[in-house]
């Protein structure tokens, strides 16, 4: 024993990594002192209770996160933020609730290094939910991520997004959950901008997430897109095979460059089906377009919808494709068929 005690303090010395170790909280204070405690490679298990501070992680890689009971999990309630994550890649966060913050819900970011993106972060079965209410006040908020994997999380009621993405790249978000409550300004659902790619959502449930449930693009101030430069708010974004209900539309296209909505199921938007925007008219920008919708399937009323199509100024509609999609004016099955830029390849109009 007193040879392998002389070994340890000898790689101690050397600067050898201690192992890794799993840590429990059951208060705000213990997590606060957990978190000061932390190492690369580190667990951190939190009791199912109620906490009420901010807590913020800078630096630590391959960090765990995590309920000790992921049946009932911690819930952060209240302050600005539940959680801020800078510079810590390979982090995994799950069974962990927060509400009622008045800033961001959880945030997670590459400290402001917009060359250097954090990369191998994963979101799993978070509830979030009451952040706001009112204002630019985002559920989750991610800023540099790339290779990067949100699953099975549940967010209802936002001011800003349910999900904002930065320059973000190499994005997968599948199985998430995301409902509109009365009193929040929910202005998108999840937004892709400041110069994010190759971003997929699917397999995602959307009930009345916001006058944009899913917007592809945005505006975003020149100094934060990354990599710096880009001339396009979001490119290479796949949506597909969500269900998306109520909205005023069901996805809003908007300074992107290159897209794929297919195979989702829309339900009842109350203003128009799509819109094509083009909202950042910086020097050199890509014009919105080379947009494919396929296979779709759109419910719609025509009481509510008068154009399908919300195209503003400066967009490139002629570049959208349109191939195989069902629509269906449930209220007038004969005036089903949509009024498109370009003609659209084996489109099914009325039939229920």
Request: hydrophobic share 35%; aromatic share 8%; glycine share 12%.
């Given at each position: 024993?007193?040879?392998?005690?002389?070994?340890?303090?000898?790689?101690?010395?050397c600067?050898?990594p201690?192992?890794?170790?799993?840590?429990?909280?059951?208060?705000?204070?213990?997590?606060?002192?957990?978190?000061?405690?932390?190492?690369?490679?580190?667990?951190?298990?939190?009791?199912?209770?109620?906490?009420?501070?901010?807590h913020?992680?800078?630096?630590?890689?391959?960090?765990?996160?995590?309920?000790?009971?992921?049946?009932?999990?911690p819930?952060?309630?209240?302050?600005?933020?539940?959680?801020?994550f800078?510079r810590?890649?390979?982090?995994?966060?799950?069974h962990?609730?927060?509400?009622?913050?008045?800033?961001?819900?959880?945030?997670?970011?590459?400290?402001?290094?917009?060359?250097?993106?954090?990369?191998?972060?994963?979101?799993?079965?978070?509830?979030?939910?009451?952040?706001?209410?009112?204002?630019?006040?985002?559920?989750?908020?991610?800023?540099?991520?790339?290779?990067?994997?949100?699953?099975?999380?549940?967010?209802?009621?936002?001011?800003?997004?349910?999900?904002?993405?930065?320059?973000?790249?190499?994005?997968?978000?599948?199985?998430?959950?995301?409902?509109?409550?009365?009193?929040?300004?929910?202005?998108?659902?999840?937004?892709?901008?400041?110069?994010?790619?190759?971003?997929?959502?699917?397999?995602?449930?959307?009930?009345?997430?916001g006058?944009?449930?899913?917007?592809?693009?945005?505006?975003?101030?020149?100094?934060?897109f990354?990599?710096?430069?880009?001339?396009?708010?979001?490119?290479?974004?796949?949506?597909?095979?969500?269900?998306i209900?109520?909205?005023?539309?069901?996805?809003?296209?908007?300074?992107?460059?290159?897209?794929?909505?297919?195979?989702?199921?829309?339900?009842?938007?109350?203003?128009?089906?799509?819109?094509?925007?083009?909202?950042?008219?910086?020097?050199?920008?890509?014009?919105?377009?080379n947009?494919?919708?396929?296979?779709?399937?759109?419910?719609?009323r025509?009481?509510?919808?008068?154009?399908?199509?919300?195209?503003?100024?400066?967009?490139?509609?002629?570049?959208?494709?349109?191939?195989?999609?069902?629509?269906?004016?449930?209220?007038?099955p004969?005036?089903?068929?949509?009024?498109?830029?370009?003609?659209?390849?084996?489109?099914?109009?009325?039939?229920?």
């Amino acid at each position: 024993m007193k040879m392998k005690a002389v070994f340890a303090a000898a790689l101690l010395t050397c600067g050898a990594p201690l192992p890794a170790a799993v840590l429990q909280a059951a208060s705000d204070t213990e997590i606060n002192s957990s978190i000061a405690a932390l190492k690369d490679g580190d667990t951190l298990r939190i009791a199912p209770g109620d906490y009420t501070r901010r807590h913020s992680v800078t630096g630590i890689a391959s960090l765990t996160i995590e309920a000790l009971d992921p049946a009932h999990p911690p819930h952060f309630k209240g302050d600005t933020e539940a959680w801020h994550f800078s510079r810590c890649p390979a982090l995994t966060l799950r069974h962990l609730k927060c509400s009622g913050q008045t800033d961001n819900g959880i945030n997670l970011d590459d400290g402001g290094r917009f060359t250097e993106p954090v990369n191998g972060i994963r979101l799993e079965n978070l509830i979030v939910s009451d952040i706001g209410p009112d204002g630019n006040f985002d559920a989750i908020k991610c800023s540099g991520l790339d290779h990067f994997t949100i699953s099975h999380c549940e967010i209802s009621g936002w001011g800003g997004q349910a999900i904002d993405l930065v320059g973000c790249h190499e994005v997968l978000i599948r199985d998430c959950r995301f409902t509109g409550k009365p009193g929040f300004s929910q202005h998108t659902g999840p937004q892709f901008k400041g110069g994010c790619q190759h971003v997929t959502i699917e397999k995602c449930t959307f009930k009345d997430a916001g006058p944009r449930p899913i917007q592809v693009g945005g505006s975003t101030g020149l100094d934060f897109f990354r990599p710096p430069g880009a001339k396009y708010e979001a490119a290479d974004i796949v949506v597909r095979d969500n269900l998306i209900e109520g909205g005023e539309c069901a996805c809003a296209f908007t300074g992107v460059d290159g897209a794929e909505f297919t195979g989702n199921t829309i339900l009842r938007p109350s203003k128009w089906i799509f819109r094509i925007l083009q909202e950042n008219t910086a020097e050199g920008f890509k014009t919105c377009g080379n947009v494919a919708i396929r296979n779709n399937t759109i419910t719609f009323r025509r009481s509510d919808i008068g154009s399908e199509l919300n195209i503003g100024a400066g967009t490139a509609p002629a570049s959208f494709r349109f191939e195989g999609n069902h629509w269906l004016a449930e209220d007038q099955p004969a005036a089903s068929k949509p009024n498109l830029p370009v003609k659209e390849k084996e489109g099914v109009y009325g039939e229920r």
